[in-house]
């Protein structure tokens, strides 16, 4: 299977702490996207980093990208309650066009 | 816009019944996919077409399993017939070509008993 593996597979923090999470895949990538997923709702997209780039921003997201070691990070800088979900990376593979999802990581930020 | 469209946001049937399950994608999006979500088995992506045609099938569980995409503004999965192992949220998304970023429905809560 491509499916990637992400870990933590939970996580608790407070809110105002810092939320990071990680994703590893198997093989060469196009481009790498992570979304959110909050309970009983459809994947929102957050952001896309293609294998070219090594770090890519948008707002309080941060996400890099290590192709010598198949692993992507996302971090969540000043947690709010809001940001409550699980979170999802997903990868284009070079050989083909569809995105493979990771198992994901929830996570769960407390007031 | 209105986003992505599926219909019904839940559906329960018996063992054995037939299940259509409907997606309108976002207009000028040509590609569309349909993932299956189970705590077991996370999601996984059952086939994807670009530009009404079918590219990908190979997540398609069972003969059981079937989809199509007769204009690029519907889609539907259909199992017939269905068993209470295909209980999942399914979800339709679309976007606009091949590595773009996905929009995903509200998803179909199916639940077979």
């Known amino acids: 299977s491509q499916q990637g593996e992400e870990d933590p597979q939970a996580l608790s923090i407070q809110e105002g702490e810092n939320a990071t999470m990680n994703c590893s895949y198997k093989?060469?990538?196009?481009?790498l996207q992570w979304y959110r997923q909050n309970s009983g709702r459809g994947l929102v997209h957050l952001i896309l980093?293609?294998?070219?780039?090594r770090e890519k921003h948008s707002g309080r997201l941060r996400v890099t990208l290590d192709t010598s070691k198949k692993s992507s990070s996302l971090l969540i800088t000043a947690s709010r309650a809001a940001d409550t979900a699980s979170y999802f990376c997903?990868?284009?593979?070079?050989?083909?066009?569809?995105?493979?999802f990771g198992q994901g990581t929830e996570l769960s930020v407390k007031p | 816009d209105a986003g992505v469209i599926q219909s019904p946001r839940h559906e329960v049937t018996e063992m054995g019944q037939e299940v259509t399950l409907r997606c309108k994608p976002i207009?000028?999006?040509?590609?569309l996919f349909w993932y299956r979500q189970t705590m077991m088995r996370g999601l996984e992506l059952l086939i994807y077409?670009?530009?009404?045609?079918?590219?990908?099938d190979s997540g398609m569980p069972e003969d059981r399993f079937s989809a199509k995409m007769p204009n690029a503004s519907f889609s539907t999965l259909k199992i017939q017939p269905s068993e209470p192992r295909d209980s999942a949220v399914y979800f339709c998304?679309?976007?606009?070509?091949?590595?773009?970023?996905?929009?995903f429905g509200n998803g179909t809560r199916l639940t077979v008993t």
């Open positions: 207009s000028g999006h040509n590609s």
């Open positions: 997903a990868a284009i593979y070079n050989q083909g066009g569809k995105l493979i």
């Open positions: 077409f670009n530009n009404n045609v079918p590219i990908d």
């Open positions: 980093i293609r294998s070219n780039e």
């Open positions: 998304a679309s976007s606009l070509g091949e590595g773009s970023p996905l929009h």
């Open positions: 093989t060469s990538i196009n481009n």
